[in-house]
């Protein structure tokens, strides 16, 4: 599956993005998918997750309540909608794919990356 990434911007704080995963290539509702995210000279992170239905999503406890991870199969689309931003977020985020039915937040446990979209939160 190949994954393409969108939606990235600048944002004042405590304003919203909303970030679009496209994916092609292979059925991807036979992916659970996730979003990661790197900042400048840190490791990537986990930010959010979800299961391969859309049923369970699971999120890093500093978006929980900001954040929301979505997909729509039909589509082949994933999205991660960003509220309440802080400059803190500011980072690369990166869409990823795996092929197991459980989720990981581990980004070497993901077979397929997006390129990735820049977020960038002024204060």
């Known amino acids: 599956v190949q994954l393409q990434a969108s939606g990235g911007g600048l944002v004042q704080a405590e304003g919203s993005l909303r970030l679009s995963c496209a994916a092609s290539?292979?059925?991807?509702?036979?992916?659970?998918v996730g979003w990661f995210r790197q900042a400048p000279g840190k490791e990537r992170e986990f930010v959010a997750a979800?299961?391969?239905?859309?049923?369970?999503?699971y999120y890093t406890d500093s978006v929980k309540g900001r954040f929301t991870i979505s997909r729509d199969n039909a589509k082949n689309t994933m999205y991660l909608q960003m509220n309440s931003l802080k400059p803190e977020d500011t980072a690369v985020y990166y869409c990823?794919?795996?092929?197991?039915?459980?989720?990981?937040?581990?980004?070497?446990?993901?077979?397929?990356w997006g390129q990735g979209t820049l977020v960038t939160v002024s204060s």
């Open positions: 990823a794919a795996r092929t197991s039915v459980v989720y990981s937040t581990r980004p070497q446990d993901y077979d397929y």
């Open positions: 290539g292979r059925t991807f509702s036979a992916y659970s």
């Open positions: 979800i299961s391969r239905s859309g049923i369970m999503t």
